[in-house]
């Protein structure tokens, strides 16, 4: 399984930092070209690497954490998107009038045509979500939703081996919205930071 992060700005960087923690190779990219960014990819840590967006959407799981009104752009770089896995870790805020009542994620899954898209890792902040995730004898929850249920396994594997507790809260529009901003009104569960005890 590959991984690349798309946006390197604080959420894409704290996302590196968890991967770098684990020594698990996650590739890197943003609208700035890979050799802006590769110092300071290789500062993170060794498995961190700088490319292209052509070159970062070549992985098979890639993680979005551009601005909201971004990820048109990312789209329409490949001509289909079947057979990857996308996390929406975007927020939307305030809620753009487009959206039109969908959750963010929802409206995000109809420009990544034939992507499997989960929401994840998008309610805690840049800091929490970059620091160490075993906590007090537990783990840091990440809360996960899809309206693909498959999709949302191999995620969680992943959420699991960068130290994190998935949690996983179902459709988009159902467990899912408490993830999701509504209007000018945050989730229930977004900068909420859990921690799952050792069972």
Same mark, same amino acid.
């Given at each position: 399984?590959?991984y ?9 960087q ?13 590739t890197v ?16 840590? #060794? ?19 551009? #601005? ?8 329409k ?36 045509t ?18 160490? #995730? ?14 693909d ?51």
């Amino acid at each position: 399984m590959s991984y690349a992060i798309v946006g390197f700005g604080k959420i894409g960087q704290a996302l590196a930092h968890a991967f770098a923690r684990k020594n698990i190779e996650v590739t890197v990219a943003s609208r700035r070209p890979p050799e802006a960014l590769a110092p300071q990819a290789r500062a993170i840590g #060794p498995t961190v690497v700088a490319k292209s967006l052509r070159e970062a959407l070549e992985a098979d799981t890639i993680i979005l954490a551009v #601005p909201f009104g971004e990820h048109r752009e990312v789209a329409k770089a490949l001509p289909s998107w079947k057979g990857k896995t996308v996390i929406d870790a975007m927020n939307a805020f305030p809620v753009p009038e487009e959206l039109d009542g969908l959750p963010s994620s929802a409206f995000v899954a109809k420009a990544f045509t034939g992507a499997k898209l989960v929401k994840g890792f998008n309610h805690l902040i840049a800091a929490t979500l970059a620091a160490d #995730p075993i906590v007090e004898g537990g783990h840091r929850v990440v809360f996960l939703s899809s309206d693909d249920e498959d999709a949302i396994a191999p995620v969680a594997a992943l959420a699991k081996q960068l130290g994190f507790a998935p949690v996983k809260l179902g459709k988009l529009n159902e467990g899912g919205a408490l993830v999701h901003a509504r209007g000018r009104t945050w989730g229930q569960l977004i900068f909420q930071d859990l921690f799952k005890k050792e069972q």
